[in-house]
């Protein structure tokens, strides 16, 4: 998206009077004794303004080159059994659709076919995939005239070949045209970035990416603790919305990809303060080019155009891996929900049978990025006894809960019903586990008792963790219980895989054993 028009994106999203009133006045300071009061009305409208997904670039470029593949493999397919000059041989057929499938690839991605800009541009993308595909049938016309690697593949068929799978290409990246422009123009295809600071420097960074040609990042505005001159109401044509506690509660409504830190190297501690504050998102975090002198071990380098910057924060799950993720839940919930059926029924009947009410337990939970979900169990407790709001920790003997309850809750079957929560969205098979909104220990709230306590809903919560597997399930009855947790869960978001959450999957059946603390 081209940065230039940002500023006057980000106004269109606010009222005239807002606008017009930013160079004047401040935003309040929205901060007392280190808790958020709330944001402004001018940071609330951005926020909302932005609540609607994006669609990420690297998964956009995936999709189109699967469809790519898929064209390239079925028309050869088509090509080679319908061959003008008779049967082609198996062994033929299968070198001749490898040789098409790596050259298409090589020179499509060659041709930066894959690039956002030049697929938002219907002539430069038919250009580049119509030389692309003349070089590859030209290569694979000199491959077949030696006849060692794809005997009984001709000319003749690699013509209709060649014609056929120039026709459904064009028409395919016609339409990913199409597309692309729609979701460029209603701003679905960018990156958006918060700028963490003001002045000056925030401005100079400003012109700087906005001289980038084709980068995708928006420039949402700007958040900076500081007053008065030295941090403006609005640095070159973006709002100052708030404070960098205001931007935490900001980034929880608004879908932000990226924070970008302009703070002035020699401002060393302010920086170290507000990296502590900001790590707890799920998003990037990066500082801009005068910052390079900073050295972070094993942080990577990126640029966006010629403007470096030093990655200090991934976002965890991003792209490819969220897609893997979701579709690990889906297939492995799917099967347990059909294998541990009968186990759920017997359940459910158990309960009814023991004491009146519904069998299902509802509890308001903290979910991914601090947003609160209703997660499902089987009531373990008499319903006139229920605690929804978590107010008062469940103990060893507690008269609240029934017999049957005591049973599920230390085998942890009272937990099953949150695989509907998985193929529902809100919780993943494996992840931080969900902790109630009120969850407390001493009377002292969670986040309070661990410091980057939030910095577990960086992912989606999981009905089983790595916290758990290591044995910290159950009551928390001291601060170093529920610290343990968090820095087994902040692990798990660090070292993330596939290969991991299989490994925890198939070691929570081994770790319901230690009951010790569950009851």
Request: some cysteine.
């Amino acid at each position: 998206m081209n940065t230039n028009h940002s500023a006057q994106l980000l106004k269109d999203a606010l009222p005239a009077d807002i606008t017009d009133d930013a160079a004047a006045t401040a935003p309040p300071d929205s901060t007392q004794g280190g808790e958020t009061k709330g944001l402004s009305p001018q940071a609330l409208r951005v926020a909302q303004s932005l609540s609607r997904s994006v669609i990420s670039p690297a998964i956009l470029s995936g999709v189109v080159r699967m469809v790519d593949i898929g064209l390239v493999l079925g028309i050869g397919i088509v090509s080679l059994l319908a061959g003008l000059s008779g049967s082609v041989p198996a062994l033929s057929a299968l070198a001749a659709l490898a040789v098409a499938l790596i050259l298409s690839q090589a020179f499509l991605q060659a041709a930066d076919c894959y690039q956002i800009p030049v697929m938002r541009s219907p002539l430069s993308q038919a250009t580049r995939v119509s030389i692309a595909w003349t070089l590859v049938f030209t290569a694979m016309m000199m491959i077949s005239s030696f006849g060692a690697l794809m005997p009984g593949v001709d000319g003749s068929t690699l013509l209709v070949w060649y014609a056929l799978g120039l026709a459904f290409l064009l028409s395919a990246r016609l339409v990913a045209s199409v597309l692309v422009r729609r979701w460029t123009r209603d701003g679905r295809l960018e990156r958006r970035a918060v700028i963490v600071g003001g002045g000056q420097a925030a401005a100079d960074f400003i012109h700087e990416i906005e001289s980038q040609p084709d980068n995708d990042i928006r420039i949402c505005g700007l958040f900076d603790d500081r007053k008065g001159d030295r941090s403006p109401a609005v640095v070159a044509g973006y709002p100052k919305l708030g404070t960098v506690a205001d931007l935490v509660e900001f980034a929880r409504i608004a879908r932000i990809d990226m924070l970008i830190v302009t703070i002035p190297l020699r401002a060393e501690k302010r920086l170290a303060d507000f990296l502590k504050t900001l790590w707890v998102l799920p998003v990037d975090i990066r500082l801009s080019a005068h910052t390079d002198k900073m050295r972070f071990r094993d942080r990577a380098s990126s640029f966006i155009g010629t403007v470096p910057f030093v990655d200090v924060v991934q976002k965890p799950l991003a792209d490819w891996d969220g897609i893997a993720k979701r579709g690990f839940d889906l297939i492995f919930a799917t099967l347990a929900l059909i294998a541990l059926s009968p186990v759920m029924l017997a359940t459910a009947l158990a309960i009814r049978l023991e004491s009146k009410g519904p069998v299902l337990f509802r509890q308001k939970r903290y979910g991914f990025n601090n947003e609160v979900i209703e997660v499902l169990k089987f009531r373990s407790m008499y319903h006139e006894m229920a605690d929804p709001e978590a107010r008062r920790v469940v103990t060893r003997d507690d008269p609240r809960v029934t017999r049957v309850g005591k049973f599920i809750r230390r085998s942890s079957i009272d937990e099953l019903p949150q695989l509907l929560n998985v193929l529902r969205g809100d919780l993943s098979l494996v992840g931080p586990r969900p902790h109630a909104v009120n969850a407390h220990t001493n009377e002292e709230l969670w986040d309070k008792v661990v410091d980057g306590y939030f910095a577990r809903h960086k992912v989606k919560p999981g009905v089983t963790g790595w916290a758990q597997i290591n044995g910290w399930r159950g009551e928390v009855d001291k601060p170093e219980k529920i610290q343990k947790r968090v820095e087994y869960d902040v692990y798990y978001i660090e070292n993330w895989s596939i290969l991991f959450d299989l490994k925890i999957l198939v070691l929570t059946p081994f770790a319901l054993f230690k009951t010790e603390n569950a009851y």
